[in-house]
């Protein structure tokens, strides 16, 4: 499943700016793409958790210098969030010489920090790609037989292609634990790591619900600025997606509390035990793990311009994804599991609220058909595919 499709975006980035960073959750492929690109392209690559390697950047400046003409590539480069002060100089040089692009690429494991510290020194010198896991499209291209596997798997590599059910649930659990007693306390905050398992927990058992940071808070035993604070961290360790609502004013009571995703189907599922196709189907939390599966599959393939929303007025009336290409341009997607879907009433009343360019319903079998009112069935296969093309 190497290389990845992102290959291609990440070469158009660098020949246009002169630093890249490539965002996304440990274990999802970073690593391994930019080895690939090394192969193709003059590059050194250096991985700042190793301690030899963090001593060689430490005068930047002086490697730079050692490996003119060669892509710099720095895994992941949050453990020295000093080296961007010294990079707007290099970079700036360069240009004055007239070498105007693909001189860094930055990995990341953690969203907010990566931003933060890059934009600052970095502005109007820097690229921003996100590495999602594994998608539809790509899992097909390779494996077009048992899609269902990547839902129970999710799309972490090492977890989707393990030879065992119980193997690729081992490897998810195994990721959960590392990220609570390494990489969390690596970040700063000193969060309790079964505390942070308990929420982590509860936020896939309400996986794809409205945020109740009160409810959260009554049974972790904090304050809800605590739970907040929570969120926000694992929001910026691309974890978990805070889907906002669609709120314009329209004379209607909307719900504006966010909903909340966990991005992975897998680490959802792995938390909740479920290790089979057989055990999620039985289980509650099978409506919302297909919702989420759904939102995150579109997300990894929509362009960067477009927002994600959702809409829920007080009255009933609800969309499950906005997705608003511009002040003009939104498609309301409906999310159903069934092959035979249909549409509540309160669909047709959101569609009459939001006014959007497109409705779709994307549904679990492989046709794509009218219901009527303008409204078209689809699978998800094929939605990737017509957002990508588009």
């Not at 308990?198 to 904090?222: D, K």
């Not at 069934?338 to 079998?365: E, M, T, W």
Request: charged share 25%.
């Amino acid at each position: 499943m190497v290389p990845r499709k992102l290959e291609s975006k990440i070469l158009a980035a660098l020949k246009r700016s002169p630093s890249v960073a490539l965002m996304g959750p440990r274990q999802v492929g970073k690593t391994t793409l930019a080895h690939f690109l090394a192969e193709q392209i003059p590059a050194v690559y250096l991985d700042l958790e190793n301690s030899l390697d963090l001593e060689k950047v430490k005068d930047i400046s002086s490697f730079h210098a050692a490996n003119q003409g060669k892509l710099i590539i720095l895994d992941e480069v949050q453990r020295l969030p000093e080296v961007f002060a010294h990079l707007r100089g290099i970079i700036d040089k360069e240009r004055r010489r007239g070498n105007r692009v693909g001189q860094f690429l930055f990995l990341g494991s953690a969203s907010i920090d990566l931003l933060q510290q890059s934009s600052e020194s970095l502005a109007g010198r820097i690229a921003y790609l996100e590495l999602h896991p594994v998608d539809l499209l790509e899992y097909v291209e390779t494996r077009p037989k048992n899609m269902n596997l990547l839902w129970v798997r999710g799309g972490f590599p090492e977890s989707l292609l393990a030879k065992t059910e119980a193997s690729s649930l081992e490897w998810r659990r195994d990721f959960i634990t590392t990220y609570l007693e390494r990489d969390v306390p690596q970040l700063g905050p000193r969060i309790p790591a079964e505390t942070l398992r308990r929420f982590w927990t509860m936020l896939a058992h309400h996986q794809s619900s409205l945020f109740n940071a009160a409810q959260i808070a009554r049974s972790l035993e904090v304050s809800g600025m605590t739970v907040g604070r929570y969120l926000d961290l694992m929001v910026d360790l691309l974890l978990v997606r805070r889907l906002p609502p669609w709120t314009v004013n329209i004379g209607k009571r909307l719900v504006r509390s966010p909903k909340v995703f966990l991005r992975d189907s897998g680490i959802t599922h792995a938390l909740l035990q479920i290790g089979t196709l057989n055990d999620l189907l039985s289980h509650p939390v099978v409506g919302g793990s297909w919702e989420g599966y759904v939102l995150e599959n579109i997300m990894s393939v929509a362009p960067s311009h477009v927002n994600p929303y959702f809409y829920r007025t007080v009255g009933g009336a609800e969309i499950d994804l906005v997705l608003e290409w511009s002040s003009k341009e939104r498609w309301a997607i409906e999310i159903k599991r069934s092959s035979a879907p249909s549409l509540a009433k309160g669909f047709h009343i959101a569609c009459q609220d939001i006014k959007p360019s497109k409705k779709l319903v994307v549904y679990g079998g492989q046709d794509t058909f009218s219901m009527g009112e303008g409204i078209t069935a689809i699978s998800l296969h094929d939605l990737m595919q017509e957002i990508s093309d588009s």
